[in-house]
């Protein structure tokens, strides 16, 4: 099975940099996706990682370190429609077949 | 374009009662889930499909049940409505089984 870790809650002023964590325990990790989500919308994809190390997108980076379990999303240049929760989302290999599990989301709540 | 669209957008119903969700998607994508959404819960998979006439149970499948008779179309049904039913739904759609996921815009039903 998976297990998976967000905080549940964070809070950030504009202009400033936040990092989102995400710890996951797995026996067939074959990659991780960021999925963002505004109340009351769908999710939205953000970025993937399947190596390890930094993709950068823009205002949006993630982060991933396969020996560790841990990935970070990290926004930089904070603006107010970044208001929104932030899914964590582990691919693995178990079984015979792949499969993707969410993890809760981290609500991040960004302030003047 | 218009991706991948769920209705109704909205849905009452009374304990007992039971109803269809409709899911379309015009990406050509063999893969399509119906997922719940509970405060706390995260997204939790009820039943997917891998193919036109080819179903699967998720995490939570038990009270649902599934048919995909046309590739673009993904029906989730409720035959008898339980409170405990009560949640957002969302459909999404990928090119594979652990592709990005690309997800309408939900279902808020509410069975009281």
């Known amino acids: 099975g998976q297990n998976i870790d967000q905080p549940t809650e964070m809070t950030a002023t504009e202009g400033a940099i936040v990092q989102i964590n995400c710890t996951y325990q797995t026996s067939g990790f074959n990659g991780l996706f960021w999925y963002q989500q505004h109340a009351g919308e769908a999710p939205t994809f953000l970025s993937y990682?399947?190596?390890?190390g930094l993709e950068e997108k823009g205002r949006f980076s993630s982060f991933l370190s396969r020996s560790k379990g841990y990935s970070y999303l990290l926004l930089k240049e904070l603006q107010m429609k970044d208001s929104a929760s932030y899914l964590c989302a582990v691919r693995d290999y178990s079984g015979g077949y792949q499969k993707v599990t969410f993890g809760t989301g981290t609500k991040l709540q960004v302030i003047p | 374009n218009a991706g991948v669209t769920q209705t109704p957008k909205f849905r009452v119903l009374k304990t007992g009662q039971s109803m269809t969700l409709l899911c379309a998607q015009d990406m050509n994508h063999e893969y399509m889930y119906w997922y719940r959404q509970d405060p706390g819960m995260g997204l939790r998979l009820i039943h997917y499909s891998v193919g036109e006439g080819t179903t699967a149970k998720g995490e939570v499948p038990d009270g649902y049940n599934v048919s995909r008779l046309k590739k673009q179309n993904f029906l989730l049904g409720l035959e008898s409505a339980a409170p405990s039913q009560t949640s957002v739904y969302f459909c999404a759609s990928s090119r594979g089984r652990a592709d990005t996921q690309y997800f309408g815009p939900g279902t808020r039903l509410t069975v009281l």
């Open positions: 990682n399947v190596l390890d």
